[in-house]
Structures are given as C-alpha cells and as structure tokens.
T-cell receptor, first 110, second 114 residues
C-alpha cells in the first residue's frame, strides 16, 4: 500500500531558529495536505498543494510540493513558541483516501 | 462553525469488554473516518464511510467494526477490547466524493484497556 514517511520524527529548536520537516511518498501523489496538532489537541488542516513544484506561503510557513509529486516539505522561519506541536503531511493517489505521514513533533526551547 | 464531536475524551475499559466510540458531525459531510494515533506511528486509518450504511476497511481494521446508520453519526466498535487497543482514537469527516478534501477532526478519545 501507499506509504508516507516523515523526517525527522522529533525536532528541538531554539526559539527564533528555522525548522523544516520532510515528507516522502513511495508513489506519485495527486495532492498533499499538511496538518498541525497542538499538544493535547487534534489535527487541524493547514494547507493543500496540488501542482508539481507548487510553493505556498502562510506568514512564516512555506510549503513545497516536489516536481515529481512524491515529496513535500514544510519550512518555518524564525520559530515561535506558538509553533509547538506535531506536523503531519497527508497525501492521496488519485481519488483514494488520504494516507497520513508519521508526523514530526516540534518543541521550542525558549 | 464546523464541528466534530466525540462521545468521550477519556475512557477506561477492561479486557474483553465491548466498547462503543461515537462520533457526530454537523457539517452534512458524506465521508467519515476513524483513526488511531500512537507515538511514532502517526495516524492510521481503521475504517471509513463515504455514505450512510456504507463502510470500507482502512489499513488496520482487525479487531474493530463500524456502524453508520445516519449521515451525521459514525460509530467505532471494539467487540472484545484488548490491551493493544489502548490508544488515542480520532474521528474525522470530509465533504465530496474523493479523498482530496480537507478533513475535520474531533477532539479524540483516549482509550485505556486494562
């Protein structure tokens, strides 16, 4: 079946440093979504990417979809304590169901 | 405001008990999903439903069943709970007929099986 892997599993950064999480699929995806789960909370949708090579920005967050549509990244510039949480990517192939990645848990050292 | 609710935030059951987890959404969404979340394993799909009375197995359906008698309600059933089913269970819903739509999650039920 479709596999979606994320690295790293954990990341600790000093407040103000940048952070990147990477998502890799074993198959070509039709779209990729990113979710954020705050500690004690539930996943909340952030964004969807559909086109090959697409780049989208939300304030300090930059999302990228690879040219081959098999990988994606989320980059946060100058992290803040509000960025703490676990970030999940999720992709689907054609009209199949979403498959979630394993997640990257971000902690911020003030 | 979009809402997915789950019947309990915390649940403690004994091995062998039958367990019902209920999920209700108020968005008139066609699709509903049950996931379990375990450290290091991310979100794994147990079952999903794209219409009333319809269900499809996800990646880890063993030991679980589901019921969808009404569009807004999707129940997860553990016929005979076991300790390896201790986990966080998340319900989600989405609109449309494909897997592309954004999913809205409930707050989760943390189930402990003793």
């Amino acid at each position: 079946g479709q596999q979606v892997m994320q690295i790293p599993q954990y990341q600790h950064v000093q407040e103000g440093e940048d952070f990147t999480t990477y998502c890799n699929s074993s198959t070509t995806l039709s779209n990729i979504q990113w979710y954020k789960q705050r500690p004690g909370g539930h996943p909340v949708f952030l964004i969807q990417l559909v086109k090959s090579g697409e780049v989208k920005k939300q304030k300090r967050l930059t999302f990228q979809f690879g040219e081959a549509k098999k990988n994606s990244s989320l980059h946060i510039t100058a992290t803040q304590t509000t960025d703490v949480g676990t970030y999940f990517c999720a992709g689907c192939r054609g009209n199949e169901k979403l498959t979630f990645g394993t997640g990257t848990r971000l902690t911020i050292i003030p | 405001d979009v809402k997915v609710t789950q019947s309990s935030r915390y649940l403690v059951k004994r091995t062998g008990e039958k367990v019902f987890l209920e999920c209700v959404q108020d968005m008139d969404h066609e699709n509903m999903f049950w996931y379990r979340q375990d450290p290091g394993l991310g979100l794994r799909l147990i079952y999903f439903s794209y219409d009333v009375k319809m269900k499809e197995k996800g990646d880890i359906p063993e030991g679980y069943s589901v019921s969808r008698e009404k569009k807004e309600r999707f129940s997860l059933i553990l016929e005979s709970a076991s300790t390896n089913q201790t986990s966080m269970y998340l319900c989600a819903s989405s609109s449309g007929t494909s897997g592309r739509a954004e999913q809205f999650f409930g707050p989760g039920t943390r189930l402990t099986v003793l």
